[in-house]
């Protein structure tokens, strides 16, 4: 049985940062895409960033270009959001996810979800 945790999330003010972790338990991460994707209350789950299966490529919602960070440590299998400048808008439950490939997530073809972790910037 494959389980994505996540930990990490919290509250913080704006222009803080937080840094989310997913432990991958179950199976090795380094086959699959790894991503991190977002809902806030009333919205429809978005997606935020994606990191491949070696850690060599990663993607971001414009929303959050040049503000986060994906990064993954095979050996620990492990994924982390390194969320810097939070802003008001960025408040969401957080979840991580693995891709049925090993390239770049989609909320279509993911294949597992973690539980996800409360995130709330204040202003």
């Known amino acids: 049985q494959v389980q994505l945790v996540e930990s990490g999330g919290g509250l913080v003010q704006a222009g803080g940062s937080l840094r989310l972790s997913c432990v991958v338990s179950?199976?090795?991460?380094?086959?699959?895409?790894m991503g991190w994707f977002r809902q806030a209350p009333g919205k429809e789950r978005e997606f935020v960033a994606t990191?491949?299966?070696?850690?060599?490529?990663?993607d971001y919602a414009d929303s959050v270009k040049g503000r986060f960070t994906i990064s993954r440590d095979n050996a620990r299998n492990t994924v982390y959001l390194q969320m810097n400048s939070l802003k008001p808008e960025d408040t969401a439950v957080y979840y991580c996810?693995?891709?049925?490939?090993?390239?770049?997530?989609?909320?279509?073809?993911?294949?597992?979800w973690g539980q996800g972790t409360q995130v709330t910037v204040s202003s």
């Open positions: 996810a693995a891709d049925r490939g090993p390239f770049k997530v989609s909320i279509t073809t993911i294949l597992y």
């Open positions: 179950g199976r090795t991460a380094s086959t699959y895409a």
């Open positions: 990191i491949n299966w070696h850690g060599g490529s990663t």
